[in-house]
């Protein structure tokens, strides 16, 4: 025969790993996705910071170059070289002291008259250009000064722009004085500027012209100075824009080259950009992402080892706990260990682990409390299946003692049909017998009316009689005796009825304490089929055994029944046999009498017959006394044949009764004895389960 293929077991260890892995990357996975996002946030602010700063730094440098620059025309204002009795040489020479003190900001210095002619510091104005008709002579103030366009400086090709005040000397002369400033100053105070690693940053005029950049990094060169970006992308977007100061997105731009402006606060009227590459963003991005591949990878790592170990461990824990199931349902009732008890530990440190998180504290963690919730269901079915097996073995008792119960009632039973049937062969051979004496009397009858035609014959007809006579009192006594043993016959009967009925009353008892303790059973195996489902799939085998020891006790409560409505129709028609035979027995008494009386008077004819012979004479006149006599032999003779024939059905109907309570007396004993064998199958069920543990 081929051995039967072994089934690989599942495993819960395939399913907690990867929920495991799943709940530390999932986390994890979020926080790198929530930190890229945030980090690559902090990059971009940072950079907004950083326009920002450079905006400032820009916009400060001019503000404060214009604050110098407006500090020294209020100084040279108040000198008395340029107010008092104007000298053209003295104005010259103060000029160059104040150049020389200005430190490159200021290029140069002229003072000019209202004639034309002038002063200063450096270098003199080309002889073709008449000064009066410059822009910053013709629009010098008073009380302030007047900033000029920038321009390109054709001497070191840097941005300049004049600036001028109108002086009113104290002859109420007015003279124009004019410097020229120079960008380069604020060019070299923001090269050590940083802008990001890919910006860049500019001071442009409003027209667009830039007039001083910086670029850092790998910056695209947007702003070179000199050149025209009025039709650039960010100039258009910072002219569109209605705010002074702040911060735009260009069209067509990402997040990290927002422009971040200034367009002046009144101090000056150039224009202050900063803006970032894109690639600014993406190499901090890029070193943030290989760290945060770095860290993921760690990660998945640590996860992995965790989530193996803690998979495992919760696997041999439960391996543990099915171990205690799987003799529970063989039968070996076992504790799981408690909290505090001393046990042999495994030398593995994992199934150590997993021994010490098994141990049962019903206050402890899940696994403590599955273990203490599995040791009150095994005391809960020890009691259980303690109980049904000592019910099984008093079941057990009482259908043994049942079953040789019902086979003594059997024995009765068959012994009261034998007594019934000879009661009946007898009652019939009375009722032939009575027949007989019938026809007798009947022939006596004739004798007696032929005894007045023929006398002759008289001598041998009571010769005849007298023998016939003899006959009938044989016949007669015979019937007296056999009717006696009827009559003792059916007081047997009687008493063996009664007492089958007190043996069918206490049937009756027995069934009674069989209900009891089959109800009992299936209310144990009902309450054990629930601890088995509490139990969950570990629980399955004991939920079979549970349900097949309700099976029987239902199949015992079920041949109790049977057995039950059995013994009620044996009591029923025990007492009706009873009554039948009661009947019977006041009827045999009367019928007694009557063969007393026919016994008597079958004795009068044989003393006739008798006297008739010694008196041959007196026969005519005793003849019509016989006549009489015969009428009333006759009339009792046909009560006696019909009581007769009334017995004979009475003891048919009795001996019915009696193979029907035989054939109930059968049934009933092979109902006790698959009784037996139920508890018999109960004890071996029971008796599996090993309760020493």
């Not at 709940?23 to 890229?36: E, H, K, Q």
């Not at 760290?291 to 919760?314: K, P, Q």
């Not at 042999?344 to 998180?357: D, G, N, P």
């Not at 024939?645 to 109930?664: P, R």
Request: proline fraction near 1%.
């Amino acid at each position: 025969m081929a051995s039967k293929k072994k089934v690989a077991k599942k495993s819960v260890q395939k399913y907690i790993l990867p929920l495991l892995l799943l709940v530390a990357l999932v986390p994890a996975i979020i926080m790198n996705f929530i930190s890229y996002g945030n980090t690559r946030q902090q990059l971009i602010e940072k950079n907004d910071r950083l326009k920002v700063t450079a905006v400032n730094v820009l916009q400060r440098q001019q503000v404060d170059m214009r604050q110098d620059v407006t500090g020294q025309i209020a100084s040279l204002e108040k000198r008395p070289e340029l107010t008092n009795n104007v000298n053209l040489k003295d104005a010259n020479r103060t000029l160059k002291i104040a150049n020389g003190d200005a430190q490159g900001t200021i290029t140069n210095l002229m003072y000019v008259n209202t004639d034309g002619t002038y002063a200063y510091s450096n270098f003199a104005m080309p002889k073709d250009m008449n000064i009066l008709d410059q822009d910053w002579y013709q629009k010098a103030p008073t009380g302030h000064a007047y900033w000029s366009i920038p321009y390109e400086d054709p001497a070191n090709h840097s941005y300049s722009a004049s600036v001028s005040q109108k002086i009113i000397d104290k002859q109420g002369k007015a003279h124009v004085l004019a410097v020229t400033v120079s960008y380069s100053s604020v060019q070299k105070s923001v090269e050590s500027m940083e802008i990001g690693n890919n910006g860049q940053a500019a001071v442009l005029t409003k027209a667009g012209r830039v007039l001083i950049k910086k670029n850092t990094g790998k910056s695209n060169n947007t702003f070179k100075a000199g050149k025209m970006i009025n039709k650039t992308a960010v100039y258009k977007a910072v002219a569109a824009s209605a705010k002074k100061k702040g911060t735009i997105k260009v069209p067509g731009g990402s997040q990290i080259n927002k422009v971040t402006f200034d367009k002046g606060n009144g101090t000056t009227d150039n224009w202050t950009i900063a803006q970032m590459n894109n690639s600014d963003l993406s190499a901090g991005t890029h070193h943030m992402l290989i760290t945060l591949t770095i860290s993921m990878l760690a990660i998945i790592i640590l996860a992995v080892i965790i989530s193996y170990y803690s998979a495992g461990l919760i696997k041999r824990a439960l391996l543990i706990l099915e171990k205690f199931f799987i003799d529970a349902g063989q039968g070996k009732m076992s504790y799981v260990p408690a909290v505090g008890e001393k046990i042999e530990y495994s030398k593995v440190s994992i199934e150590r682990l997993a021994q010490k998180m098994t141990r049962a504290d019903a206050n402890g963690h899940e696994f403590n409390r599955v273990a203490a919730s599995y040791n009150n269901m095994i005391a809960s079915v020890t009691v259980l299946i303690g109980q049904t097996q000592q019910e099984a073995k008093n079941v057990s008792e009482q259908a043994a003692s049942l079953l040789d119960l019902s086979k003594q009632t059997t024995t009765a039973s068959e012994e009261i049909a034998q007594t019934i049937t000879e009661i009946a062969e007898v009652t019939g051979s009375q009722a032939k017998e009575t027949t007989e004496s019938v026809d007798n009397v009947q022939k006596i009858t004739a004798h007696i009316d032929n005894v007045n035609t023929n006398m002759e014959e008289l001598a041998n007809s009571s010769k005849e009689a007298s023998k016939v006579g003899q006959n009938n009192l044989d016949v007669m006594d015979k019937v007296n005796g056999n009717w006696s043993n009827e009559i003792n016959g059916m007081q047997s009967l009687m008493s063996s009825v009664q007492e089958m009925d007190s043996d069918v009353q206490n049937i009756t008892k027995i069934i009674n304490v069989i209900n009891d303790i089959a109800r009992q059973t299936n209310l144990l195996a009902l309450n054990a089929s629930i601890e088995a489902a509490s139990a969950g799939e570990a629980g399955k085998g004991f939920s079979v055994v549970a349900a097949e020891i309700r099976k029987l006790a239902e199949q015992s409560n079920d041949s109790t029944k049977e057995i039950e409505s059995i013994i009620e129709q044996i009591r029923q028609q025990s007492t009706g046999l009873v009554k039948a035979t009661t009947d019977s027995l006041e009827s045999s008494e009367k019928q007694t009498g009557l063969i007393t009386e026919a016994i008597k008077s079958t004795m009068n004819v044989y003393q006739h017959n008798e006297a008739m012979g010694a008196n041959v004479q007196k026969i005519h006149e005793g003849t019509k006394e016989i006549s009489e006599t015969q009428k009333m032999i006759l009339d009792k003779l046909e009560s006696i044949s019909a009581s007769t024939q009334e017995n004979a059905a009475g003891t048919e109907e009795v001996s019915a009764n009696s193979e029907e309570v035989q054939a109930t007396m059968d049934e009933f004993t092979q109902h006790v004895s698959t009784l037996e064998e139920t508890a018999a199958q109960l004890q071996k069920l029971t008796g599996q389960f090993d309760l020493d543990n």
